[in-house]
């Protein structure tokens, strides 16, 4: 696995100040799964009542531990609950035994904190095709669980990092009738996929109260503004996981209160810039607009076709304002487009319209805004009414350095 | 524009000894488009009763050259016809200027040649947003038409290059009742998309007599298992086009003739394969077989997953037997796949198997394999009987290196 010595030039100064979620405790461990000398095992305590919420990864050959998550996260339940992560070993592509290795994870976590293995959900990111050493987490329970702290958060985010080159958190705080109501959260993540099917993780934890149906309903909508409108590579990981629990300790009822979803929203968009900001390479921080489409899967599928484009992503790194291959990008993605009705600009400068170069364009403003760390490219397709934001960065030799680099 | 001092590493050694097409002859001029010192610009021209068929790109932004071309594909003539081809300037996104330019290109040689201007077929390759300077061609159309040859398809196929670092040709020579009838081709790529909008080109000539609907059949059908089939960076051009002209004059009849059908499949394939081996920054040849799917179009789907996966194709820049990003690519296409009945090979070594690494791999044998230049992935689905076969190459800083200079 690559070392990375570097911090993303797109890092964020420090990780915040986040606040304590009743409820919640955090601990984390050296288990030593494949990486020494750093803690690489995380576990969070749920209270009795807490709600969990999930999304998961589609991918046809995700991991051991999202089926045995998927397959749990739709039950009600009153009791405590738990959340156990590993970094170093996915538990990807490894057979039967990988589902055997889950299971001697979750009931162990199950019985040491006297809740029902039902109520336990792991995750596990790293290397693929190699056996977890389950019984290296088991060892560690104990001292996990006597360790169990609300100030854990910033050390969960450490550990649960594999190729990310800086911690990930987010947390709001806002008050309901008089009353905190408090939201943190964590991610890795550092490319759709890092090397060696690494993967985008997030948990976020909350005091509101909540039922589990209308909190996964919440999680679902927002999901898709967010983390489903980032893409480092284009390529989607076996193991992606988004967990959200809320814990009710505030005594604050959120259904259907908008002020908490957008809150909720704000912390999730945090989470996910940051891990494009992570991007493996990345030097570029790109947000991608698409205005003026005949319907909302037509505009992000221009969005995603620009944001995934190479030639593009090597422009940006290139500080090329290439509107050229913007233009190739859209011809290319399959959904409505008129050459001739199409106005592009980078940032607030109008490069093309009217299916040419805008008269007014001059090829020096272009460059000149190139060189900014945080970028727009804006489209408006002059066809309809929907729109689309998705999130990128650029692709740089620091990508192929890193991915091109032999495992072992 | 990058300049390409090298030549690719997977470049054949020599351009290869193509037949005469008798009723095809050619001519090569440096009119100065963008570039100096070279010649720029060719054009073929096609005795009467040629029939002219031809497949282009779907890309929504597509080339005035491309549109008109489209227009007259489909028309039936026994006048002559002609080709004329620049490089330099690709006179897309140019507005209603850009197919005034065409014209006026289209127009003149029609003139000089006195054939329909509906029978005049153009493509132009090179930068975008440009206006082509039209005049700078049509101010070398009487020396080209005085130097026109069966003899200097080697020199077209050198005229059409722009970023490639090699000219591309393939030829077959047949016997059908006795009677030799001849299939040369050339073909201009490096890239599905070159820097600044460079393109596909591929122009194929044939002595052989067909009709214009029955030869327009023959090409999509073998299109579909050729240039369809292959990908450098999943970008498509807003000017790919492939002609093919049949002259007749070989006076032999290859209707419904399987042995010439499987004679230009040759060439086809050759040409593709060609364009795939000067892909931008290419180190390895790849080809990547699905088996066992359940539909044709899953086998394509899970092929070209791989084929494009960036973190695959970074793994083989690296030489990395990285068969986990095989099965991501696989999982994420969104086609059916089932983990647990997955095969994969690394040329004929047996990576993994029932969900998990075989257990007669060794790592070694992997490391070893991927040395060489020409690879192959295979994977067996084990969910049915239908295939697929797609042609890539690495993504590796060369990639990075032309993509992200300065166009200027």
């Given at each position: 696995m690559a070392t990375i010595e570097h911090v993303s030039p797109l890092a964020p100064n420090a990780f915040p100040d986040l606040p304590e979620i009743g409820g919640v405790t955090f601990a984390t461990a050296e288990a030593g799964v494949k990486y020494s000398g750093r803690k690489d095992v995380m576990l969070a305590q749920l209270a009795p009542g807490s709600a969990v919420a999930g999304v998961f990864t589609k991918s046809a050959t995700r991991s051991a531990a999202v089926l045995d998550c998927q397959a749990k996260i739709n039950l009600d339940s009153d009791q405590g609950a738990a959340i156990i992560v590993n970094a170093?070993?996915?538990?990807?592509?490894?057979?039967?035994n990988g589902a055997e290795a889950t299971f001697s994870v979750t009931s162990a976590v199950a019985a040491s904190l006297e809740i029902p293995e039902e109520r336990v959900f792991s995750s596990s990111t790293g290397v693929i095709g190699e056996p977890l050493p389950h019984e290296k987490i088991t060892a560690k329970l104990a001292e996990l669980k006597s360790s169990l702290s609300g100030s854990n958060l910033s050390n969960a985010a450490e550990a649960i990092r594999t190729t990310d080159t800086f911690a990930k958190g987010s947390g709001r705080t806002l008050l309901i009738g008089g009353k905190p109501v408090n939201i943190a959260g964590i991610a890795k993540g550092s490319g759709m996929i890092a090397p060696d099917m690494a993967t985008m993780l997030v948990y976020i934890f909350t005091d509101a109260s909540i039922e589990r149906a209308e909190l996964q309903n919440m999680l679902s909508d927002l999901n898709t503004q967010t983390f489903n409108c980032i893409t480092v590579d284009s390529d989607t990981s076996t193991s992606d996981t988004l967990l959200l629990a809320a814990t009710g300790t505030s005594e604050v009822d959120v259904t259907h209160l908008e002020a908490f979803k957008d809150a909720l929203h704000a912390v999730m968009l945090d989470l996910a810039h940051q891990v494009v900001r992570d991007g493996e390479g990345a030097t570029k921080f790109v947000e991608v607009n698409v205005t003026g489409a005949l319907s909302m899967t037509d505009a992000r599928t221009h969005a995603m076709a620009i944001a995934n484009s190479p030639l593009v992503k090597t422009a940006l790194a290139g500080e090329d304002p290439n509107w050229g291959r913007v233009v190739m990008a859209i011809g290319k993605s399959g959904a409505a487009a008129d050459r001739d009705k199409l106005a592009i600009r980078f940032g607030d400068i109008l490069v093309a319209e009217d299916g040419w170069v805008s008269p007014d364009y001059r090829e020096q403003a272009g460059a000149t805004y190139m060189k900014q760390d945080s970028l727009s490219i804006s489209v408006d397709l002059g066809l309809g009414g929907e729109t689309a934001t998705v999130w990128t960065c650029d692709l740089t030799h620091g990508y192929i350095t890193i991915n091109a680099d032999y495992r072992s």
């Open positions: 170093g070993n996915a538990n990807a592509f490894t057979g039967k």
